[in-house]
């Protein structure tokens, strides 16, 4: 199920919200443990839906995308 509480998926190369950069990694996140490190805090909560996590490779901020859609079998 895709929680539409989170922003649609941006794409292969999104750029940072915070300082532009094009250079995310992305991970794919199943229901549950959502860990967000921002320098030296880390926000933990519990996310009710699958995800992807991105996360910027030059100043690490992280935020949650939705999936593409439900997997197929």
């Known amino acids: 199920m895709t929680d539409t509480s989170l922003p649609p998926y941006s794409g292969e190369g999104p750029p940072c ?12 996140r199943g229901v549950g443990e959502c860990i967000h490190e921002v320098q030296y805090d880390e926000v933990i909560g ?10 910027c490779a030059r100043c690490a901020f992280a935020w949650d995308e939705a999936v593409i859609g439900p997997a197929t079998a």
């Open 17 to 28: 919200a915070k300082c532009g950069y094009i250079g995310a990694s992305t991970e794919y």
């Open 46 to 55: 519990v996310e009710p839906n699958e995800r992807l996590h991105r996360a």
